[in-house]
């Protein structure tokens, strides 16, 4: 008996590792924009600067999509005051009905926190944003922010606590991102016409450059090698480890921490807005989502 434990844990972690992609920013991204304003270098190829100046932003990709598992950046974002720039790091597809899952920090004045901006969209449809403040300065050291998506719910993570929790609720009526390979963008943007206080804040071009830096990027997800993914990675396996039942719910500690999160920084909740909906608040707003 213990010879075959032995060889059926083996045999997972084998099965695991097919599916834990080599996913240093070398190998595994690409520069989409700003080719003079992005570099990856050192660490191996673990660290990438996008850079945003008067002239140009910058941006990088992965090289393949996703269905499923776990994504995962170590992020310094821009420092001193950082008004009107965005950071983004997110998963999506392409096309009008396309799916995505958002992590967008926006900057503001020195000495003011960055507030963390989350969205899904689901057939091209979004309009489900939560934001966030963060209990530390995300500026003066990298921390880690994790995108853990699987077919029973999406979670993000900042540091390993969890943020936010969107549900699966389909059987109801209520889309979900489960049938569109999602590539893993990074960015470092001019929106100062909606970023900080509204657009009421302007960059201050004279800070220039701006640079966010990246580190160790993860890609612990299924391969998407078109509709054939739907069901080989949504299947329940020793394989597709993000399907086992301990993800499929936050435990009750986890769950603590989320609570207090939210409690303590959360700014925004769309599901609050009843001005923004016309007192139509969406479906999921009234179901429980962790």
Known sequence: MAVLQAFLIALCIIVSHQNLVDAKFSKSMYITWGTQHATIQGNGGEDLNLVLDPFSGSAVQSKRGFLFGSIEMLIKLVPGNSAGTVTAYYLSSTGTKHDEIDFEFLGNISGQPYIVHTNVYTQGNGSKEQQFYLWFDPTADFHNYTIHWNPTEIVWYVDSLPIRVFRNYENQGIAYPNKQGMRVYSSLWNADNWATR????????TSAPFTARFRNFRARACKWNGDISISQCGTTSP???????????????????LQWVRDSFMIYDYCKDTKRFNGQIPAECFIQQF
């Open 239 to 257: 394989a597709n480890w993000w399907t086992s039942p301990i993800y499929s719910q936050l435990s009750s500690a986890k769950r603590g921490q």
């Open 198 to 205: 509204g657009g009421l804040v302007k960059i201050d071009w």
